[in-house]
């Protein structure tokens, strides 16, 4: 009767997350999907608010 989506059930348990451990998750996140430029992600979140669209510089 009551179905909770993936993303509805996440977003309830976060609720509860420090900010410290949101953080450090967001973190770790930039570090999986930017590898060697997370920091430069970061701090372009930091800024504008929003994920960069870096290209890709390696293949």
């Given at each position: 009767m009551f179905n909770?989506?993936?993303?509805?059930?996440?977003?309830?348990?976060?609720?509860?997350?420090?900010?410290?451990?949101?953080e450090e998750e967001f973190k770790n996140f930039l570090k999986a999907e930017y590898k060697k430029d997370w920091k430069a992600a970061y701090a372009w979140f930091k800024e504008e608010g929003s994920l960069p669209n870096f290209i890709r510089r390696t293949l």
């Open positions: 909770l989506t993936k993303k509805a059930k996440d977003h309830f348990l976060n609720l509860f997350k420090s900010e410290d451990q949101k």
